[in-house]
């Protein structure tokens, strides 16, 4: 727990430039010489008391040398060779460019966590034919809260009667309203822009979709990135380095008979401009800019080593079904051996009533549509990357890929199917043992964002990417084709452990990302050297799967995502080079020339402003919903 008050910096802050401020009129506009020591007393305690305490509880707690403990020697050094006025500078422009550095990094900090004052205090709660109005803490899964136009969404939920729009950029980052109804998920502290929803709470306020991602960001900002470690490493070792050289410059010059004032006063300076103050803060001014603006856009990383890692990927690879096509896949036809189609359509809706793959809700729907009624399946369980199998009333029944009838020793020689499983959409088959009872042919389609966002990495630099399915290749370059893959591109008839070795294979060229829907291709997600999980939204096991979570389906987003990491790095290494430079600079003129204090503070100081306001641009980066366009 910190010693100062929240604002106690800004008083401080406040109290050192007074000090300045009257010590300056006293000796030069007005000389009042027991002004002027007032001033100075007031500018050394304000500036150098908090500092020196802070670097004192740095130094017995975490057995850490901080900076602020070499500019309070510094300035001690330039009032005892009598230079108190360059001192109480030293100290003025050190205490404002700490205070600015605290409120710029604390805006970073608090951009996500401005989601939270979206969340309305109260929900108006139906109660049979009744509503009130409660407290949205008090709400827990299972109340039904009635939403107006206009109104805020006050928790998770799922829309249970009604349909309209709402705008969801404040979580997903879509600029553009979406249309819900029934059935559909809406978010915490999105808009619902028109007609009347009846929403089920699925989720309490402490488990909520904001609240999560809050946490996460937090998390990801607490863990820092290679260039913050070593930023942090370098700083804590150079200013250990710094102390040592100034004071054997002073030896050194002492050595030179420049005489005891002179000495100190050198070496004072080359003490201020040797500390790594801009080195230090340069990175997690970037990293944290960066990772809240990304947040905003409806993109969280898990950490600054994400962040950084992305930034240097130029192979993508993508899972095929509900990544780049939209995993609505629609029955397209039906083939039974005896014609009895709704015979067989209910026994395979009955077997995929408890599959969450798109195929099996594709295939409940089609029975819906027909008004078929599943038949009961029990012991229903997956054959990874060949299909599913259970039991009904007439004994074992499955349904899957040709790998699952090669399996099963199953087949037909009719026409009919032969064309169906040389067409170009997905084909499932569905049997008892070696009995084939019939097939269905399912067709997915593309995201609407897909092409726009493949062609917006290849610009971005990308210069491999790979679509992997464990479709038939018919399927697999229907799809591909709609979206600019060529065909080498396009790998098909995988299984969980071909994934993982293409991935393995792209690794050895570079950096390589692998994107999915963050619940499936867990081996994929884990081999890449950054795991991005699409449309993530709303889903606990998304949001912890992969390195980067996509909270919307918009492909072009991740484009962005990758441009922001990009740019993060360049950011980065400007303000390495800048800091680094700035300090050779100053160093140089405290040891071969007569740099004046005052001018080694101000290149200090100034530097380290600089940098924090370079880092801070990217909390206006264009990936965030409100800056899109601008």
Not at 466 to 483: H, Q, S, Y
Request: net charge neutral.
């Amino acid at each position: 727990m910190k010693f100062r008050l929240p604002d106690a910096d800004l008083l401080f802050t406040a109290l050192t430039l007074t000090g300045l401020l009257l010590a300056a009129l006293a000796r030069w506009a007005f000389p009042q010489p027991g002004v002027e020591v007032a001033g100075y007393v007031l500018a050394y305690l304000a500036g150098g008391v908090p500092a020196f305490l802070r670097a004192g509880r740095e130094l017995i707690r975490e057995r850490v040398l901080d900076i602020d403990l070499l500019m309070v020697v510094a300035a001690l050094a330039a009032l005892a060779v009598g230079a108190a006025m360059e001192g109480a500078v030293l100290l003025t422009l050190f205490s404002l460019s700490s205070t600015l550095e605290d409120r710029a990094m604390g805006r970073a900090r608090r951009a996500v966590e401005a989601l939270m004052a979206l969340r309305p205090d109260t929900a108006l709660k139906r109660e049979g034919s009744a509503t009130r109005e409660v407290p949205v803490a008090a709400l827990v899964p299972g109340d039904v809260v009635v939403l107006r136009p206009g109104a805020r969404v006050p928790v998770d939920g799922t829309i249970a009667e009604g349909s309209g729009a709402l705008d969801e950029s404040t979580i997903t980052g879509e600029s553009m309203p979406v249309h819900k109804g029934p059935g559909a998920p809406v978010f915490e502290a999105t808009v619902n822009l028109d007609g009347v929803l009846d929403v089920t709470v699925t989720r309490g306020t402490a488990e909520s979709t904001v609240a999560r991602m809050i946490a996460l960001v937090t998390e990801a900002q607490a863990a820092k990135a290679p260039s913050e470690r070593f930023s942090a490493w370098f700083g804590q070792r150079y200013t250990v380095a710094v102390l040592l050289g100034a004071i054997l410059a002073f030896g050194v010059f002492m050595a030179l008979g420049w005489g005891y004032d002179v000495a100190l006063y050198r070496a004072a300076t080359l003490l201020v401009a040797a500390s790594p103050c801009a080195v230090v803060i340069s990175v997690p001014a970037a990293i944290l800019s960066a990772l809240s603006a990304a947040a905003r856009g409806g993109v969280l990383f898990k950490g600054g080593a994400a962040l950084e890692t992305l930034a240097e990927v130029r192979a993508f690879a993508f899972d095929k079904t509900g990544t780049l096509t939209t995993g609505k896949a629609e029955v397209t036809g039906i083939w039974t051996p005896d014609g009895d189609e709704a015979g067989f359509l209910s026994a395979l809706a009955g077997l995929e009533a408890q599959s969450e793959h798109p195929i099996g809700r594709a295939v409940r729907a089609e029975a819906q549509r027909r008004g078929l009624s599943p038949a009961p399946v029990t012991e229903v369980h997956s054959a990874p990357s060949e299909g599913i199998e259970g039991q009904d009333a007439a004994g074992s029944l499955w349904a899957g890929n040709a790998r699952m009838v090669a399996r099963r020793g199953a087949g037909s020689e009719d026409p009919a199917l032969a064309a169906l499983a040389e067409g170009a959409e997905t084909l499932i088959y569905a049997g008892r043992g070696e009995r084939l009872l019939g097939a269905v042919t399912v067709a997915d389609r593309p995201r609407a964002t897909s092409a726009a966002g493949l062609r917006a990495l290849s610009a971005g630099g990308v210069t491999e990417r790979a679509m992997m399915t464990g479709d038939r290749r018919p399927v697999a370059l229907r799809i591909g084709a709609e979206l600019g893959l060529r065909p080498e591109e396009i790998h098909a008839d995988l299984l969980p452990g071909d994934k993982v070795r293409l991935i393995a294979a792209m690794t050895e060229r570079g950096k390589v990302a692998f994107v999915g829907d963050g619940v499936n291709d867990a081996a994929a997600l884990a081999r890449a050297d950054v795991g991005i999980a699409m449309g993530a939204a709303g889903s606990e096991v998304a949001l912890q799967a992969a390195d980067v979570a996509l909270l919307s389906e918009d492909m072009t987003r991740l484009a962005e995502a990758h441009r922001l990491a990009r740019r993060t790095a360049r950011i980065v290494k400007q303000n390495l080079t800048f800091a680094l430079g700035a300090m050779a600079v100053l160093v140089t003129g405290g040891l071969f020339f007569e740099l004046p204090l005052p001018l080694a503070v101000i290149g200090h100081e100034g530097g380290t402003v600089l940098v924090v306001l370079n880092g801070l641009r990217l909390l206006a980066d264009p990936i965030r919903s409100d800056r899109r366009g601008r």
